[in-house]
């Protein structure tokens, strides 16, 4: 009797869960199908009162537009180059890095980490002029080489994989790697990095998402306009004082694609590594 009484209260709770995660899914996609719903119409219904809300049948009017006005898929090429280039080194050094202060005493450990620390709360916008000198030092003001080297010394990423390591590999795994004469590399290569799948997931969506959207330091450094990025392109479909809304909102549609394919494929390995933690934790 108290078993079918705790059930009938758990109910209640249940549902009001499912209710408030149903609501936070629907806040969650509004955006991606208000962009829709915008690309898929003239800018004539965007601004209608009220806003039509419905799907309409001109996006492929509007995405001609869009290809019409830039050079889309040359830009989202140096995107893709760009971002995946990033985001291997970024998994790399950052894993590197982290390994290191995660599980091996060297001077100057613990003050390295809180200057590491420290750069996260700065704003990357300070780093803009320090970085394009250096770049304009080594001759990489105008190339696409020049998004790279600023995003691999990723704080954040460091962080994240430090913390993952120094509870996710046991000590005594490496201490037993050491006995059989592994380094630290091989350490790294075949203990480290098969143990931190789901972390490393995780790291490369947000790696990579953070290199696509990325458009304050390509907007400076990049003068050859056969170079741009997908964002700065997109900003020069804001032109004159009218804007064709829709046309802009076709063109962010057909940017976040890639994003969503990347998500897919990460995400699965971050989720799978994820569970198969807790199963084994339980």
Do not use: C
């Amino acid at each position: 009797m108290t078993a079918v009484v705790t059930r009938r209260s758990r109910r209640p709770k249940g549902l009001t869960a499912h209710i408030v995660l149903v609501l936070a899914v629907l806040i969650s996609v509004f955006p991606f199908l208000w962009t829709i719903v915008m690309a898929t119409n003239t800018t004539e219904d965007i601004y209608k009162s009220p806003p039509k809300l419905t799907f309409g049948s001109h996006l492929l009017e509007n995405i001609r537009h869009v290809l019409d006005t830039i050079d889309f898929f040359g830009s989202m090429l140096n995107t893709v180059v760009v971002a995946s280039v990033t985001t291997v080194l970024v998994l790399f050094v950052d894993s590197l890095a982290a390994f290191a202060f995660a599980k091996f005493d060297f001077p100057g450990r613990r003050v390295l980490f809180a200057t590491l620390l420290g750069f996260m709360m700065l704003p990357l916008q300070l780093a803009v002029l320090p970085q394009f000198i250096l770049m304009s030092d080594m001759g990489w003001v105008g190339s696409l080489k020049a998004l790279v080297p600023p995003a691999l010394a990723n704080a954040f990423g460091i962080f994240w994989l430090r913390q993952y390591i120094e509870n996710g590999v046991p000590d005594e795994l490496l201490d037993a790697a050491r006995i059989d004469g592994a380094g630290f590399f091989r350490q790294y290569w075949n203990i480290v990095l098969p143990m931190i799948k789901p972390a490393l997931s995780f790291l490369a969506i947000y790696a990579f998402v953070g290199a696509w959207n990325d458009y304050i330091w390509p907007l400076v450094v990049l003068t050859d306009p056969g170079h741009l990025t997908l964002q700065v392109a997109l900003a020069q479909l804001h032109v004159g004082h009218t804007t064709d809304y829709s046309m802009v909102m076709a063109g962010v549609l057909m940017a976040s694609v890639p994003l969503v394919v990347v998500f897919t494929i990460f995400a699965r390995g971050f989720i799978a590594g994820a569970t198969e933690g807790a199963v084994q934790g339980s």
